[in-house]
């Protein structure tokens, strides 16, 4: 087992690691400042394990609620396309675009174990990378049923295509922080920092 370094899109995200024994880093927020701050910490560190975790929106339809912690098997940026009236749809195949990428399932399903272990019950689904959070209800509908997806996030897909590139080891783990059919409620910061901290304390040896 190896000690991971952990990716984090924010100080705020981060403050819940205040203290703890762990290495991590900033990427930013969103996919492109994500991405390219992961490229450079990928070239100085091509051994690492890594580790990204923050907060997502949970989507409708899941059975998701503030403070139940997310496992991506894979990210799917979905909305990278075609944007019409009523819905998102990809560029047309022969420009062979790439807007998924799959994590390793060894590696899923041992932190799964490990929290499973420590009383936790982690959900495990395809998470999708947005470029502009969902505060319209009818679009994270449209979203989870388009894609099955659980839960958004505006990092994972960048990150991933740049562990992809860089052969490193990622694995992306999130705390629900919002429920998307709810905008309007305010964000449980409170719990998902609190849940986000008993999550890197189990994962200090990955």
Known sequence: MKEPFFLVPSEFEASALSGLDVKYGLTGIGLVEASLTSILLFQKQPNQRFVLIGWAGGYPDTGLKEGDIVIASKEVWVDFGRCYKDRYEGLPDKLKVKREIEFNPVLTERAENLLKAKGFRPVVGPMATVCATSYDPERSLFFRNQFNVIAENMEGFGVAKAA???????????????????????????????????????????
């Open 164 to 206: 992809e590139t860089f052969k490193v080891a990622l694995l992306e783990i999130r705390v629900i922080s919002n429920l998307l059919d709810s905008p309007d409620k305010p964000w449980d910061f409170q719990v998902a920092s609190k849940v986000l901290r008993e999550v890197v304390l189990c994962l200090k040896k990955l």
